[in-house]
T-cell receptor, first 114, second 115 residues
């Protein structure tokens, strides 16, 4: 079956703009998590959604938001982009929340903020 | 506040030798630890895990050791193969209700296995 699909793969934006990233989980998976990967910081947890509800949130400013739709697809939005938001954004899905051994990651969206 | 730390950004090892990747953590509530492997242009994939009630878990060439008193874990790869060259992330989680089972990752260690 198809893996976790993230679109777009690459994105270039300028400071102050906003961006929306999309994630389609593996069919049947209802939990979606988002992570930010930057050099030197590793993967930092953004948020987790399950059944259209945000179940958990990391330590990111309110400019970072997300949502999950009834088909389990998820989007994350970053408003008022800053240079420091340049990163690889990874989405991961699992059948249920916190099934960390059964967490499948997408290839990510590489965001560059100029 | 980096609760999970991988202090070696990179490691180079000869094919056939042992690779040892290290990870330290600060939160004593962490009860489950995982290692993920990431190739360029791909997402991380789960490699091996260990519960805090154990001190060792083995899966083929991969063994994870946990030292709770030192808040330290390590991943041993024996023998190392060129296909093992990747970035390895250590991750930890606490019981639901304490940071809710979310994964806290380290910064990653890039392993290079030379033929």
């Amino acid at each position: 079956k198809a893996g976790v699909t993230q679109t777009p793969r690459y994105l270039i934006k300028t400071r102050g703009q906003q961006v929306t990233l999309s994630c389609s989980p593996i069919s049947g998976h209802r939990s979606v998590s988002w992570y930010q990967q930057t050099p030197g910081q590793g993967l930092q947890f953004l948020f987790e959604y399950f059944s259209e509800t945000q179940r958990n949130k990391g330590n990111f400013p309110g400019r970072f938001s997300g949502r999950q739709f009834s088909n389990s697809r998820s989007e994350m939005n970053v408003s008022t982009l800053e240079l420091g938001d340049s990163a690889l954004y990874l989405c991961a899905s699992s059948l249920l929340p916190s099934m960390n051994e059964e967490l499948f990651f997408g290839s990510g969206t590489q965001l560059s903020v100029l | 506040d980096q609760q999970v730390k991988q202090n070696s950004p990179s490691l180079s090892v000869q094919e056939g030798r042992i690779s040892i990747l290290n990870c330290d953590y600060t939160n004593s509530m962490f009860d489950y630890f995982l290692w993920y492997k990431k190739y360029p242009a791909e997402g991380p994939t789960f490699l091996i895990s260990i519960s805090s009630i154990k001190d060792k878990n083995e899966d083929g060439r991969f063994t994870v050791f946990l030292n709770k008193s030192a808040k330290h874990l390590s991943l041993h790869i024996v023998p190392s193969q060129p296909g093992d060259s990747a970035v390895y992330f250590c991750a930890a989680s606490a019981p639901f209700g304490n940071q809710g089972g979310k994964l806290i990752f380290g910064q990653g260690t890039e392993l290079s296995v030379k033929p």
